[in-house]
């Protein structure tokens, strides 16, 4: 069985860069202007500070049980001890619609990059959806790059944390260049109006930002791949979650000091063409900035392939999905076939066109949300269940933390629904939704059926004894 196992090499540099750089992504090059135009420049950084305490809640939580159960598949570990076995599969499948999602929206963002850097590059029409024309050339650059990531990671984890560290340093050096450009070019009058639409802009923009961050959660995805002690784990993930929450605001600020709403409106690419005037029109310093976007796209693209494949691993190997995708390629040791599955998907993306960009955040928000619940309400019940299990990152205060989280994550899970003035929208981002929940429904009770449930809850109880210590035992 050694021949089945995940290879064990991430040091702190590869999980660090594989956690930012899953969070960046391209969401801060593509929507940027739209969260200063729905909330206003302070009222963005406030959603956006918002939606960062709870992440950093939630990561806290994470950052204990990561440490504590370093098993590929996080999620479905934490809340089988937790809640049991159904429970396990719905968080679990809740974050790869979240993985899934990003995913996707990456293989729709890079021929959107691609309009910046090359105009009028669109054509063949295909048809129209949401009022969008849907081209050849525009869907084949989303599905070339799709094809592209897919074999990176692939061809296994080295290779993909190796380009992931390399992108993510672009990334950073562009980020860098617009806020020191911004800083010294631009001025605070440019930031008016402070707050565009009030507390409902702020709140359409506070359901975007669990898409923004989400990305810490790869490294418990990736836990039997990281070869560091284990508080270290718990360490590098909460990190990851300040400099993300950090990035965004000062992107933020750093666009709505140099461009006005007027500007904004009439962009096509807002971060870029803020780069560009921050340094006196220069159309080379934006697409500088555009590089970095890419850089951030496939930074992103990389992550969550190794985050959603992982989580499909694991709920294989548990007989909770066909076994075949818990099979690991013999040379690459990577979850081959789950990799393949989600490049079926990603592939398929870009044949929605642009309009699918806002449906994939806001349908894959509310997986990651509904995920993050569930592992706040783990960690408070494992809290209580195992107190003697051994710790390497232990919050301090008891399960306050966790009940904080709880309560942050059903406040904005709440604001996705129908009723509320940032609720999903029908049919395409419920329909996301729905599809998602019955293809896991009827692949969960195809698994049970063949495999059973006895043989599914005896491996996750024989993986965990191999890894949960507990105080007796190291005394």
């Not at 969008?132 to 070339?144: E, R």
Request: glycine fraction near 10%; avoid cysteine.
């Amino acid at each position: 069985m050694k021949d089945q196992n995940l290879l064990k090499i991430l040091g702190n540099r590869d999980v660090l860069a594989l956690a930012f750089g899953a969070m960046i992504g391209w969401g801060w090059v593509v929507t940027t202007g739209l969260w200063i135009s729905e909330a206003g420049s302070l009222g963005a950084i406030l959603a956006f500070a918002i939606g960062g305490v709870l992440v950093v809640l939630v990561g806290l939580a994470y950052a204990e049980l990561a440490s504590s159960i370093p098993l590929a598949g996080g999620e479905l570990f934490y809340s089988f001890k937790a809640m049991g076995r159904v429970a396990s599969f719905i968080a679990t499948w809740a974050i790869i619609l979240g993985y899934v999602s990003v995913i996707a929206f990456e293989a729709v963002a890079l021929p959107t990059v691609f309009e910046y850097l090359i105009p009028h590059y669109s054509m063949g029409y295909l048809y129209t959806i949401s009022g969008w024309d849907v081209t050849i050339t525009w869907a084949g650059v989303g599905m070339l790059g799709s094809v592209l990531i897919a074999w990176i990671n692939y061809r296994g984890i080295k290779l993909s944390t190796a380009i992931n560290f390399i992108l993510t340093a672009l990334i950073i050096i562009s980020g860098i260049l617009l806020i020191t450009g911004s800083s010294v070019s631009g001025n605070i009058q440019t930031m008016e109006p402070f707050f565009a639409t009030g507390i409902s802009g702020i709140l359409v923009v506070v359901i975007m930002t669990p898409f923004m961050f989400v990305g810490f959660d790869v490294i418990p995805q990736a836990a039997e791949e990281i070869n560091l002690p284990k508080k270290r784990i718990g360490q590098l993930l909460i990190l990851s979650v300040i400099l993300a929450v950090i990035w965004y605001i000062a992107i933020i600020f750093g666009v709505s000091m140099v461009l006005t709403p007027s500007e904004m409106a009439a962009s096509n690419l807002v971060t870029a063409d803020a780069m560009a005037k921050a340094f006196g029109s220069s159309q080379m310093m934006g697409n500088i900035l555009v590089l970095g976007g890419i850089g951030g796209i496939l930074t992103s693209w990389i992550g969550f392939y190794v985050g959603g494949s992982r989580a499909i691993y694991a709920l294989a190997k548990a007989g909770m999905l066909p076994k075949t995708l818990g099979e690991l390629h013999p040379k690459y040791k990577t979850p081959h076939k789950a990799i393949l599955l989600i490049a079926v998907l990603s592939t398929l993306a870009p044949l929605l066109g642009r309009p699918a960009l806002v449906w994939f955040v806001n349908a894959g928000g509310l997986g990651l949300v509904a995920a993050w619940l569930m592992v706040a309400v783990s960690f408070i019940i494992i809290r209580k269940k195992d107190p003697d299990m051994v710790r390497p990152f232990k919050l301090k205060g008891g399960t306050t933390i966790g009940w904080i989280a709880t309560i942050m994550s059903i406040g904005v899970a709440i604001l996705y629904f129908p009723g509320m003035p940032s609720a999903l929208v029908w049919p395409y981002e419920w329909l996301i939704i729905f599809v998602w929940i019955v293809l896991g429904a009827v692949l969960y009770m195809v698994a049970m059926s063949k495999y059973g449930r006895k043989h599914a809850d005896m491996h996750m109880e024989r993986e965990m004894e191999r890894v949960i210590k507990h105080k007796e035992e190291e005394e």
